[in-house]
Structures are given as structure tokens and as C-alpha cells.
């Protein structure tokens, strides 16, 4: 009986040993982990867009760790409200990147609040085209034209850059974490400009096809962003419908649009996923016009390439539209 006790006895002293190797193990492995989470730079991007350029260009750098303040469903930010959750998380961050071009309706009260908080604006020296809705105004939607996708992507770049050389000491990695950015930022370029040229042949030919054939050039768009390929492809937006859950489009409205689109001979109607098929179907019933697609690249899985694999889809888009009508 003694001997069982003495076994017993040792079979929980090994256990108790082996728990508190655990515990202080799993503190050690905690504590590392805040410290590490204090010491990275971190950065919020104000929506998808600007979430995955900065993913790009930030892949496999430690220091860096990348938020997102809207989730990766919500879209456009027109008429965005920042949330309680939002200004929790901005007053942590040591970069804010901004799309810009008024997309951020709400930046001054993040100015306001966080004047310490380093923003990059990724439409930085970028003309816009002027938007038809949202009160008028530059159009933000310029990650559409891939052209000037590249260069918020150096914006981006050079945003960051700045930041690590404006505070050399917080960390002693500043060198290496430049070289990688540069880096990132040459392959996701690199990507981005194969995929710009195949657009850019694409849309000589719609050109040539709206100059010297007879087809009307003038589409009817269902958001803004597509103004920015139109430009590229020197298609005229004719009319930019505005379709918002609270003011929907009238009976009448849609009866001046579908005898706009009879008289002037629009053959294209280019909407997003988002949309209300109900007027587009209506439009598509009562006109010649066809109804395609557009990915504004405003919504994803937060997959790095997923800018990209929109853009390839928009490129099929528009071959299938302008091929369609030869």
C-alpha cells in the first residue's frame, strides 16, 4: 500500500511540474507575442482597395501588421459612419491609408482625433475625372484605371518609406524592411502593368470600333467607376445612374432613361454586382442594350491578388461586350 502511495505520489509531482513548464511556457510565448504586437508598425487601410494594395506591399515584412476599418464586404465608403469600434482601432495605429479623392468622407474627424496619426493619401498628385453623382466632385474611383493604380501603389510605397525614415528609432530594421517594401512593391507592379497592357490593347480597339464603325460610343453606367475605363476606351458615359435603396428610381426616370437610350442608340449598360437587377432587366427588355457586369474591386476574401483577378474578369467583360457587337 505504502509503495502504490509513493508511486502515486510521484506520477503527481511529475504532473504538477509538467503543468507549470506549460504555464510559464504559454506566458513566455504570450508575452513575446504583445511585445511583439507593440513594436510592429501598425496600419489601417480605410477599405478593400486600399487594404489589398497595402497587403501587397507589406507580404512577409514581420513589422508591419495591416487593418482593415471596414470589413471586406462593405463596399464603396460613400456616406460612411465611423463606428465606435473604428476610432478604438485608429487610436492604435501609426499609419492610416486613405484612398482618397473625397472617398473618406469622415478624414477630418479622424484629424481631429488623432493629429499624431501619419495618413497617406494613395490618389496623391492624381487628376480625377469629374464624378456625375454623390453632390459632384473629383471621382475617387481610380484603382480602375490600372495606369493609376500604379501609382497609388508608389504612393503607398514612398507613404511608408517616409514613415521609417522620419523614425529611425523605432526599429532597428529600417534598411531591410525598405529593400523588402521596394521589393513587394516592384513585383506587384510588374503584375499590375501585364495586366494594364492587355487593357490598354483592349480598349485601342474598342476605340477604333466607336470611331470607324457605325456604333454609338455612349454607355449608360449604374456607378461612376466605370468612368474611368470609358475614358481609356474613349467611350462616352451618357447618362450615370444613381440607384439608392432610400430614393429608388422612378417609373419616370426609367422611362426617360430607356427613350434616351432608343434615340441616341446606346448599346451598353455596365452595372455592378451590388446593383438591383430590376431596372437593368427593365432597361435590357424595353432597348437593344445589352447588360454586362462590372467587379469594382471594392469587395473580396482578402485574397493579395483578388485586384487583380477582378481586373482580368473586367477585361473578359469588355471583350465579351464589344466582340458581342461587331
Not at 532597428?172 to 490593347?201: F, G, P
Amino acid at each position: 500500500m505504502k509503495k502504490k502511495l509513493i508511486i502515486l505520489a510521484s506520477i503527481m509531482a511529475v504532473i504538477l511540474i509538467i503543468v507549470f513548464f506549460l504555464a510559464n511556457y504559454n506566458n513566455k510565448k504570450n508575452n513575446e507575442s504583445l511585445e511583439q504586437a507593440e513594436e510592429s508598425i501598425r496600419v489601417v487601410t480605410s477599405f478593400y482597395p486600399t487594404y489589398v494594395l497595402t497587403i501587397n506591399l507589406t507580404d512577409g515584412i514581420d513589422e508591419f501588421r495591416v487593418d482593415s476599418l471596414t470589413d471586406f464586404s462593405a463596399g464603396c465608403l460613400h456616406d460612411y459612419q465611423l463606428t465606435t469600434d473604428d476610432m478604438r482601432l485608429l487610436s492604435k495605429a501609426d499609419i492610416f491609408i486613405i484612398n482618397g479623392g473625397g472617398m473618406e468622407e469622415y478624414l477630418e474627424d479622424i484629424i481631429g482625433n488623432y493629429p499624431e496619426l501619419t495618413i497617406v493619401d494613395l490618389s496623391d498628385g492624381i487628376s480625377m475625372l469629374e464624378s456625375d453623382l454623390h453632390g459632384g466632385g473629383p471621382n475617387p474611383h481610380v484603382w480602375l484605371d490600372p495606369d493609376l493604380y500604379m501609382v497609388q501603389i508608389e504612393n503607398a510605397r514612398q507613404g511608408l518609406e517616409k514613415y521609417l525614415l522620419d523614425g529611425q528609432d523605432k526599429t532597428s530594421y529600417t534598411e531591410d524592411i525598405i529593400t523588402s517594401l521596394k521589393s513587394n512593391a516592384s513585383i506587384y507592379l510588374d503584375k499590375v502593368e501585364e495586366m494594364a497592357t492587355e487593357m490598354t490593347d483592349l480598349l485601342a480597339t474598342v476605340n477604333e470600333m466607336a470611331m470607324n464603325r457605325d456604333i454609338s460610343n455612349k454607355v449608360v453606367v449604374f456607378h461612376d467607376s466605370f468612368a474611368y475605363i470609358a475614358s481609356k476606351a474613349g467611350l462616352e458615359v451618357a447618362y450615370t445612374v444613381e440607384i439608392d435603396e432610400d430614393t429608388p428610381l422612378s417609373a419616370g426616370e426609367v422611362a426617360e432613361i430607356i427613350r434616351a437610350i432608343r434615340e441616341e442608340d446606346i448599346r451598353y449598360l455596365f452595372t455592378e454586382q451590388q446593383y438591383d437587377d430590376t431596372i437593368t432587366d427593365r432597361i435590357k427588355e424595353e432597348t437593344d442594350a445589352s447588360v454586362y457586369v462590372i467587379d469594382s474591386a471594392v469587395t473580396g476574401n482578402a485574397d493579395k491578388d483578388s485586384y487583380l483577378d477582378a481586373m482580368v474578369e473586367n477585361i473578359k467583360t469588355l471583350k465579351n461586350a464589344f466582340e458581342h457587337n461587331k
